[in-house]
C-alpha cells in the first residue's frame, strides 16, 4: 500500500546579474549561466543516520534514482523578484 507525498519548497537566493531565465524547447525552465551551462533546481535527497549530527548525499545514487521513479510529477517556476 502506498499513499501521496507532497513535497513544496520555495528557496530565495540572492544570484549575479547575468543569470537569466531560459525555457527549452520542451517547454521547460531552467537558470541560464554566464559560462554556457544550464542549472535546474530540483530536489536532491539527503540522508542521516543521526540527524543532529549532519547530513550527506553520499551514497544517495540509489535513494535518488528511487525518488526519481516514486515522483509523479514535478513542478518548477523561476522568476525574478525585486
Known amino acids: 500500500m502506498t499513499k501521496k507525498l507532497e513535497i513544496t519548497l520555495k528557496l ?3 544570484v549575479p546579474d547575468d543569470w ?3 525555457r527549452s524547447v520542451y517547454e521547460t525552465d531552467m537558470i ?3 559560462n554556457g551551462q544550464y542549472l535546474d533546481m530540483t530536489y ?3 540522508v542521516s543516520a ?3 549530527e549532519g547530513w550527506t548525499t ?3 545514487y540509489g535513494l535518488l534514482e528511487e525518488l526519481t521513479h516514486m515522483a509523479e510529477h514535478e513542478d518548477v517556476a523561476y522568476e525574478f523578484i525585486p
Open 12 to 14: 530565495y537566493m540572492h
Open 32 to 34: 541560464k549561466l554566464p
Open 20 to 22: 537569466e531565465l531560459h
Open 50 to 52: 543521526h540527524p543532529e
Open 44 to 46: 536532491a535527497p539527503m
Open 58 to 60: 553520499e551514497g544517495t
